[in-house]
């Protein structure tokens, strides 16, 4: 019935018939439909959230590292901008996996039934490593400033105690608790500032919000993003558990065990999940209402999303009858072809 509703006197054009392809991509695209779909989806999860994390750490490490002292190479201001950007340029994946970048985002989706556990395990996967990779780059790029770094703290006898901090060269990578900062607050930071994160994105999420166009999602989500970075990161934020893990690993990887960060470490990776989660059921009771009229431009969307399923579907089975076929049939085929 919806299927018929949100395709009805709509006349799609797929990309397959205003753009030109090789034979070797037809045939690989839909071995990957059939195969390994499940392995794009997660690569888009890899690259999206990589981005992310690769525009908002080297944001952060510009700010920390700046060992030529020069003025205005960078400020809390850039880094909230970092993140802000690459939020956006992560969704160039989005039409792939869904968009989630964050581990948070993933469990609540499961949670509500719109994807599988299964899906959201591989999903996380792929969202951790994305990020640890990108932090692992970012270390590669800026290993003569941390060497340098170092050596000074070494130099002035303040490296033990400077390393796993947030000033140190370990928290440009790895969130760290500020000295003098209690577990609560830092709990209490970290769950409101996630807590509306997941509140917005659910909400631009909500394809009966008048207000907000699938297109301007991404920037409203990072608006938001930024907003945090701006207002509460001085208190110690996280905002996304991937990029805390993935964060975390590399600076395990570096310098061992020490950069793991204790019992705050939990806080900040498990604290996004609980507050996300909760945000998508607090907006799915409260504010949903399932008899608004959906948007034009999400009604589209919906609309070309199901065209999409259909046609790829079709492709399948035509792959599925192909195989199918017995060699005798193909060359009969191939034959009447040529006459």
Not at 239 to 246: H, K, L, P, S
Not at 318 to 335: F, G, H, N, Y
């Amino acid at each position: 019935m919806l299927r018929s509703r949100l395709s009805r006197e709509r006349d799609f054009i797929h990309l397959a018939d205003v753009k030109p392809r090789l034979n070797a991509q037809i045939v690989w695209e839909r071995r990957r439909r059939r195969n390994v779909h499940w392995l794009a989806e997660c690569a888009a999860e890899f690259v999206g959230t990589f981005i992310y994390v690769f525009a908002g750490i080297g944001s952060a490490a510009a700010f920390r590292l700046n060992t030529s002292n020069a003025e205005g190479l960078s400020s809390v201001l850039q880094i909230g901008i970092g993140y802000a950007i690459g939020v956006v340029l992560a969704f160039v994946t989005q039409p792939t996996s869904g968009g989630h970048y964050n581990p948070g985002v993933s469990i609540a989706f499961a949670i509500m039934r719109r994807i599988s556990p299964q899906k959201a395990l591989r999903y996380i996967v792929a969202q951790i490593l994305g990020a640890y990779c990108a932090c692992l780059l970012i270390y590669v790029q800026y290993g003569d400033a941390i060497k340098q770094v170092e050596a000074e703290l070494s130099a002035a006898g303040t490296l033990a105690s400077t390393l796993f901090t947030p000033s140190g060269p370990a928290g440009v990578f790895a969130i760290y608790l500020a000295p003098g900062t209690s577990f609560g607050r830092v709990f209490l930071n970290e769950f409101v500032c996630d807590f509306v994160i997941g509140l917005v994105i659910w909400a631009v999420d909500d394809p009966s919000n008048h207000n907000v166009s699938p297109v301007a999602a991404p920037w409203i989500i990072a608006f938001v993003f930024a907003l945090m970075v701006w207002s509460y990161s001085s208190v110690g934020v996280a905002t996304n558990t991937a990029r805390d893990i993935g964060a975390r690993l590399m600076a395990i990887t570096i310098w061992g065990l020490e950069a793991g960060g204790g019992p705050y470490a939990a806080i900040t990776a498990l604290t996004n999940i609980l507050a996300t989660s909760l945000a998508a059921v607090f907006y799915e009771l409260v504010f949903a209402d399932y008899s608004r009229v959906l948007t034009p431009a999400s009604a589209d969307l919906l609309a070309a999303q199901v065209a999409y399923n259909e046609h790829a579907s079709r492709t399948v089975a035509v792959t599925e009858l192909e195989r199918d076929v017995s060699p005798d049939d193909k060359a009969i085929e191939q034959t009447l072809e040529r006459v």
